[in-house]
């Protein structure tokens, strides 16, 4: 229960207050980490590796701590879960920037608009136009929506303090590291496939979620539905093609095509049917991530409270089986001692054969159990 509420506050206070603007924990961990890689680095996997284990174990082992210090404590643990879900969630951010760009799209600024997509992705504005502008942040929004909203609070359901921290640890660190250049292919690697390994539910989720409520955008869920089947495994990240398919098919607009970002480019496959994003679709693609993100946080608080609690009675009954199952071991092992120390008394002592028994004193197995 207590992190049910944690999850529900912190939500909540994202939803008002948005990220703080000075001391953001998610920025300190940034700078933490930068200096991490700079002591590890060498431009292979194992160096990647060993940089990824300590730079998300560290949350991880705090969370626990945290976690272990508030068990019997539930309103200091809700305090935690809340202030943690604030600093990792960052729906409102998200929300606020698709608004502007749509303003400034509206308002004819393209400099001010290319200026602004920073804030949202990585790839080089110079050169966009209105319509690559506006798909730049749809994709933005759709990805995003699963990787600053659904996903922490997915793993802050399943998994607690641990899940929040350990969560956004991973995910900043691919931002940091997991993309294609030439300092990183090998080194960010175990980082990218992180990111990737703990997005896989909750990037279908978000999909799911996008197409439930498509109508609050004036979406169409039946055509969501059918173009998130269609495509979402055309996209070359495993997750990104799940949030931009279904946000394609509620906005009713056609995604992909070729990305440049500083210093290289890519073409990716097109997702769903219908005309080029426009500035007009922005403020709708906000509003589906602000539906999504209510559906995932109701989700997210019902779980400790109704299945978590069954996945946690099974656990403990499967835990104490495995316990019980060693003391019947451990009970049949010591009887089995003492039958080998009564053989020894037998057959190897000063019984009927008055000398060292028929085993040479050493019971019917050396002194062991068969």
Known sequence: MANAVGLLAG??????????????????????????????????????????????????????????????????????????TWSVLGGRTLRHEATVMGRTLRDGDLPAARQRLGHLCGRDPSTLDESELARATVESVAENTSDAVVAPLFWGAVAGLPGLLGYRAANTLDAMVGHRSARYARFGTPAARLDDALNLVPSRLTGLLTIAVAPVAHGDRQRAWQVWRRDRNDHPSPNAGQCEAAMAGALGVRLGGRNVYFGRSEVRPFLGDGPRPEARHLKRAARISGGVGLAAVGLAAAYPVTLGRLVGAVSRRALIGAVGRRGLVAVAGRRGLAAAASGRELAGGRGLTGGRGLTGGRGLAGGRVV
């Open 11 to 84: 939500y909540a206070l994202d939803r008002l207050l948005g990220d703080p603007r000075r001391w953001h924990p998610v920025a300190g961990f940034g700078q933490a980490a930068g200096a991490l890689e700079r002591r590890l680095y060498r431009p292979d996997r194992t160096a990647g590796t060993a940089f990824a284990a300590l730079a998300v174990g560290g949350p991880v082992l705090l969370g626990a701590v945290a976690a272990a210090a508030t068990r019997h404590r539930p309103v200091t643990r809700a305090v935690l879960v809340a202030a943690g």
